[in-house]
């Protein structure tokens, strides 16, 4: 019974290291397809950096689910409207609303 659990449960850790890894490459892959060098460029270093959270939520109480530090309400308003790259004042993580 627990070897059950325990090959259900690898199976399931196998199946979740797939979905990331394909999640990972369909993001890269987003991110090149802009043809940014300077973006990609800041994208991989902060990739690498932040081991894999590059790109993280900010909530409406203006903080970064990444450091869960308060970004500025300009930072926010700007994550917010998309109208231009935003970056955590804390992690430097980029901010998606």
């Known amino acids: 019974m627990v070897d059950e659990e325990i090959a259900e449960l690898e199976t399931r850790v196998g199946e979740r290291q797939t979905e990331l890894a394909d999640a990972m490459t369909t993001r890269e892959k987003n ?3 802009l043809n940014d060098e300077d973006l990609m460029d800041s994208y991989l270093r902060l990739f690498n950096k932040r081991e894999g959270q590059a790109i993280v939520k900010v909530t409406n109480a203006r ?3 990444s450091c869960h530090v308060q970004v500025t309400p300009a930072t926010y308003a700007l994550a ?3 109208a231009a790259i935003s970056n955590c004042d804390n ?4 901010l998606f609303p």
Do not use: E, K, R
């Open 31 to 33: 991110v090149a397809d």
């Open 63 to 65: 903080s970064c689910t």
């Open 91 to 94: 992690c430097g993580a980029i």
């Open 80 to 82: 917010q409207s998309g």
